[in-house]
Nanobody, 124 residues
Framework: QVQLVESGGGLVQAGGSLRLSCAAS????????MGWFRQAPGKEREFVAG????????SYADSVKGRFTISRDNAKNMVYLQMNSLKPEDTALYYC?????????????????WGRGTQVIVSS
């Protein structure tokens, strides 16, 4: 059974940092683009960051550029999201997703595997 399991969320003060992890099991995703998305209450799910299969190409939403860093360790079947200088508007449920393609897309419907999410709350 293929699973993506996120961890590392929590409550943090504005300006703080968190590191999210996504553990994949059931198959290897070393040839797949991976993405992080988030969804705040009452809002649509939005792209946060993506990384291609090798880790050599990354992309970010404008709102997180310069603050968040996505990375992956294919040997461990893991993807990470380092979040620094957190803001209250970063509060959301954060999801890890795997694409069937080698590149990561900003469009949620192009991903075929999703985790259940990890909650991030940033207090002001």
């Amino acid at each position: 059974q293929v699973q993506l399991v996120e961890s590392g969320g929590g409550l943090v003060q504005a300006g703080g940092s968190l590191r999210l992890s996504c553990a994949a099991s059931g198959r290897t995703f070393s040839r797949n683009g991976m993405g992080w998305f988030r969804q705040a209450p009452g809002k649509e799910r939005e792209f946060v960051a993506g990384v291609n299969w090798s880790g050599g190409t990354t992309s970010y939403a404008d709102s997180v550029k310069g603050r968040f860093t996505i990375s992956r360790d294919n040997a461990k079947n893991m993807v990470y999201l380092q979040m620094n200088s957190l803001k209250p508007e970063d509060t959301a449920l954060y999801y890890c997703a795997a694409s069937p393609f080698g590149m990561a897309s900003v469009v949620p419907r192009t991903y075929d595997y999703w985790g259940r999410g990890t909650q991030v709350i940033v207090s002001s």
